[in-house]
């Protein structure tokens, strides 16, 4: 494309309309928003709108985008409408590739990249305007980059312009955030898109299906077709399936992921240099900025993945889910960016009803360990001063403020360490920082290197071609060493991959400002990955199952070499399902090497548990490093206070059974129930009650106790006493009393089993002459009588006295009569006399 038909293009796009407007707001202001819908041009325009602006005044403009490709793509499509290549007058930075020279004047950034600039220059002295590109998609390092831009704006450069662009935003809450900026609207170019809702049927796989409705799709319409996976992994399945059908005459099929070559993306991005139609295979990486010239079909499976945080296990993992309809409508928009198209939603209408809005932003959901670590270098130690969107959740905030702490890059007090600081120059995850230091003092930055390339790398042994050989990391650093040597590792290896993590742990090793190190001692890798991951150093509990650092189990998900190693650290865990995680990635240990690098951590301390394999307290001097036991043996004889509180860890653990509960004793904590159902002020009797306070009523009686037997001595019924007091005692006698005296004299026990129901049992002759039921607890209860028969059977069961005489007698009286003849059977059992034999005397 020549240089005017560039020009030409662009004086078309639907931008141009509201560029004087936007310049004219960043004259008269510092801020601004500016929404443009897809196909408007404002990646690639507005930049350049800005180039000659007098407040400028020399500095360069930065534009952040947040992803590389489309970083590059911009920079490249900006350098030809000005007919010069990247790094004049435009250039580009991002992780690993960098256009610039002294000529440019706008530079293209990913989202780390800015941050980097202010960690380094906090006014940013040579940049007179920062714009926010895709600002909806809500990264972390985006969010992170505007809070710190808006901070050095107000203390150093209040001069500093910002500008936060985006195609899907709800521009209210950032202009706010940005102090009332104005906001500018642009319409888009976009061409109609008809929508077909095609889900697959029940049982069909996805891939099948997607590659099936490409090939209708391109069958029945013309242009490329852009097809939208979650992952490199269903692009191999799609691309696999396609291939295995024969792929047509004049058509090509193209991958488009964050982690191919940059020759593979280009050629997934420019026209096909033998005119033929692209089948393009791609991660949302092409959902938005990227302009992909021929595209009139999308093919949707309507999945996304996101790296999720677990706050149960303090674990990241990555989920595939459901894209939101805003995603859904920017991946539809793309058929219609150059002309008419069509879009194939692989789902239902119904599904689409209750598509979530917007994706949720990032630093919702993610490890906030990188983000504490950038403002401990930046000096924040409270986030909750600075400008945020959405501000970090303090409990995901907290968790990777200690993560820092245990790597030694903040104090207690949040402020940054000197570590911390090289860490953050170094610009990888924390832990994977701090393996490249501790590395680096052993000698062994080049197997570091490698480690950390690997760990950001997905497996390089394809799941495809067999399942992973095994979980040792080790092998994978071979795999690696032997592509380096040969050009090659085995039919299972990504070839793509082996030469990303070569590429990334060289980068790696010129980041630490140091020569290209050694290969290193790969045994040491066990040792290194300790140093990243100390909650996750595991224990072998036998059978490929390890306790972490952390107190969480782990296991290997079949049996391996490495089932047998005492010690592994862990670098990769799937933790979607099940009790304990599936170990992914891991490397043995050696305990010399654990107790010499992190004595600092590892702790000696006696220990006095309660042993339930034992029935008694156990007393143990033990090593420890977190939650495993690296050593331990018999201690000597424990504190009597320390034997106490373990006599009762083992009740709450086991329950009060472990306590003599006679009949007594039983008996008195039912009627203490009884009065506490009518008087909250009387201690509640309940399990969960009494468990809760056992240091009050329980523990002064525990001296000299020490195990399940010795327990079985306490008296249960002084103790419960002592919890009332005398004179509760006194009136418990008096209001709940044990026996109740009834008409023939006999004094009857009450039994108090159901504290809401308490039951009186007696034989019905023994109540002749009684006219009403009898209450106790305050008069307010009355008992529930079980009048039984001289067979001592239960004949009536009744709370009303009064009603049975009235009423239940008389059937009741010829049954027993017929039954216990000699017994006495009066017409009138309110004049009878009552008699506990067989007939009164």
């Not at 180039?51 to 360069?60: P, T």
């Not at 911009?74 to 790094?87: T, V």
């Not at 590429?503 to 066990?526: C, F, N, T, V, W």
Request: charged residues 25%; proline residues 7%; contains cysteine.
């Amino acid at each position: 494309m020549t240089k005017d038909m560039v020009r030409e293009k662009m004086n078309e796009l639907p931008i141009r309309r509201v560029l004087p407007e936007l310049l004219e707001r960043m004259r008269s202001g510092t801020s601004a928003v500016l929404v443009a819908e897809p196909g408007a041009g404002k990646t690639t325009q507005v930049p350049l709108a800005f180039l000659n602006e007098a407040w400028l005044s020399g500095r360069k403009i930065v534009m952040l985008e947040p992803r590389r490709l489309a970083a590059r793509s911009a920079a490249e499509y900006m350098s030809r409408m000005l007919g010069e290549q990247p790094g004049e007058t435009v250039g580009y930075r991002v992780r690993m590739d960098s256009r610039t020279s002294r000529r440019t004047k706008i530079e293209v950034v990913t989202e780390g990249i800015l941050t980097r600039m202010l960690q380094s220059d906090a006014g940013l002295e040579d940049v007179g305007m920062v714009i926010f590109d895709e600002f909806h998609e809500r990264n972390l390092q985006g969010d992170l980059g505007l809070a710190l831009a808006l901070e050095s704006k107000a203390v150093l450069r209040e001069d500093l312009r910002i500008l936060v662009m985006s195609a899907t935003l709800e521009a209210e809450p950032v202009a706010a955030l940005l102090g009332d900026a104005p906001v500018v609207n642009c319409p888009g170019r976009q061409f109609p898109v008809e929508t077909v809702y095609r889900p697959p049927a029940a049982g069909s796989a996805l891939e099948k299906h997607m590659a099936a409705v490409i090939r209708e799709a391109s069958a029945g319409h013309p242009g490329d077709v852009l097809a939208f996976l979650p992952g490199k992994g269903e692009i191999r399945k799609v691309q696999a399936e396609l291939e295995s059908g024969g792929v047509p005459a004049g058509f090509v099929i193209r991958p488009l992921y964050g982690q191919l070559p940059q020759k593979e993306q280009d050629a997934a991005v420019q026209p096909d240099p033998e005119g033929r139609r692209k089948w393009i295979l791609a991660t949302s990486i092409a959902e938005t900025s990227l302009t992909i010239d021929g595209v009139r079909i999308v093919v949707d499976s309507g999945y996304m993945r996101t790296q999720l945080f677990s706050a149960r296990t303090g674990m990241p993992y990555l989920a595939t889910d459901r894209v939101s309809r805003a995603s859904a409508d920017q991946r539809r928009g793309r058929a219609g960016r150059t002309a008419p198209g069509i879009a194939y939603r692989l789902w239902s209408h119904e599904t689409q009803n209750h598509l979530r809005s917007r994706n949720a932003p990032e630093i919702l959901q993610t490890d906030l360990a990188p983000l504490a670590l950038e403002l401990a270098a930046w000096g924040v130690q409270n986030p909750a001063g600075m400008a945020w969107l959405d501000p970090p959740p303090e409990a995901a905030y907290e968790r990777g403020r200690e993560l820092l702490q245990r790597l030694g890059a903040v104090r207690r007090d949040g402020s940054v360490t000197d570590k911390g600081k090289r860490m953050a120059e170094i610009g990888l995850h924390p832990r994977l920082s701090a393996m490249m230091l501790q590395a680096e003092k052993l000698g062994q930055s080049g197997l570091a290197a490698v480690l950390a390339a690997i760990l950001q790398e997905r497996d390089i042994f394809r799941s495809g071609a067999g399942a992973p050989p095994d979980s040792d990391i080790r092998s994978r650093v071979q795999a690696v060493r032997l592509w380096e040597q040969k050009g090659f590792a085995g039919p299972n290896a990504d070839e793509a991959g082996l030469r990303r993590i070569v590429q990334e742990s060289r980068y790696m090793q010129k980041q630490l400002e140091a020569e290209l190190s050694g290969p290193g001692d790969i045994e040491k890798s066990g040792l290194l990955l300790s140093f990243a991951y100390p909650d996750r150093i595991g224990q072998s509990r036998g059978g490929g199952k390890f306790l972490l650092t952390s107190g969480r189990g782990v296991e290997l998900p079949r049996e391996q070499p490495l089932s047998r190693a005492a010690y592994v650290t862990v670098a990769a865990v799937d933790d979607k399902k099940g009790a304990e995680g599936k170990i992914l990635l891991a490397a043995p240990l050696s305990l010399e090497d654990l107790q010499q690098h992190h004595r600092e951590d590892i702790v000696e301390e006696t220990t006095v548990d309660w042993d339930p394999s034992l029935g008694g307290v156990k007393a143990r001097r033990q090593v420890c490093l977190g939650a495993i036991v690296l050593r331990e043996s018999p201690a000597g004889q424990p504190p009597a206070e320390a034997v106490a509180q373990a006599l009762l860890d083992g009740i709450r653990a086991e329950g009060l059974g472990l306590l003599p509960w006679t009949k007594q004793a039983a008996q008195l904590r039912q009627r203490l129930q009884l009065m506490h159902e009518a008087d909250p002020d009387w201690p509640d009797m309940r399990d969960d009650a009494l468990l809760s306070r056992l240091e009050e009523w329980l523990l002064p009686y525990l001296d000299g106790l020490k195990n399940r037997s010795d327990l079985q001595k306490l008296q249960l019924v002084p103790i419960l006493e002592q919890m009332v007091g005398w004179d509760k005692k006194t009136r418990l006698d008096k209001e709940v009393p044990t026996h109740i005296a009834v008409p023939s004299g006999s004094r009857i026990a009450v039994d108090y089993s159901d504290p809401k129901q308490p039951v009186l049992a007696v034989k019905l002759q023994e109540m002749f002459g009684l006219h009403e039921t009898p209450k106790i607890g305050m008069g307010r209860i009355p008992l529930t009588l079980h009048l039984l028969s001289p067979a001592q059977r239960p004949v009536q069961i009744t709370s009303d006295l009064a009603s049975f005489w009235k009423h239940g007698y008389f059937e009741v009286k010829k049954d027993l009569k017929g039954r216990y003849p000699k017994h006495y059977w009066p017409d009138d059992p309110l004049e009878a006399i009552p008699t506990r034999r067989t007939r009164p005397q």
